[in-house]
């Protein structure tokens, strides 16, 4: 699968470097390059763009703000210099948030994830008539794609930079390069809920509740406090 991407920076430096990044990518393909937010607010619409590499400090219009204008299905990695945006960044539900100075190997790594989201996000529209009516995922699993059965999924857990993906009936595990934020995004919410920083649970699979922990066999699968509300009301709906 080629990436259409295209980067937003008013450093030219940054600009440059990103640039050759993308070059040196097999699976991006380079659509266009701005200087500022205002320019490509203007030029983006007559571009085909999957992916955008949108700084956050600007003048006149901060990376941020024009995210919010963006059509849907542009997904955004942004790039900065500045830490404190990072909370922003999430909640917009950006793939990824990269703190300059940028290696290459961490932009690889975010390209990936990139990547990740967009052939899950394809997949699930070859299946179905939207990814929430599909009843299968495929996941990129070292060098193989590998189906995962929505129906027989368990719960997910965050390890670091890896998905493990639990099914029902299956000994092993399935591991997957991606972050938790972007599956959260891509997985149907109808059926799916995170209940911890770590942790996303398909609801019908919650059997047992106990002190707090859903109980998934031998494993304790803990309520955080942010999900604790919002677990309660899911709860509540079933409960007699």
Known sequence: ????CAIVDDEPLALDLLESYVRRTPFLNLVGRYSSAIQ????????SVDLLFLDI??????????SKMLPSDIRVIFTTAFS????DSYRINALDYLLKPIAYPVFLEASNKALNWFEM???????ASSPAESDIMYIKSERRLVQINLNKLLYVEALKDYMKFVCEGDEMPVFSLMSLKSLEATLPSSRFMRVHRSFI????????????????GKVRIPIGDAYKASFQEFLAEYKL
């Open 84 to 87: 404190e945006y990072a909370a």
């Open 40 to 47: 490509a607010m203007r030029e983006l619409p007559n571009q």
């Open 201 to 216: 649970v398909q609801k019908s699979q919650v059997k047992v509740v106990e002190n707090n922990r859903i109980v998934f």
């Open 1 to 4: 699968m080629i990436v259409n």
């Open 121 to 127: 996000s394809r997949k699930s529209g070859d299946n």
């Open 57 to 66: 400090q600007m003048p006149d219009l901060s990376g941020i703000d024009f």
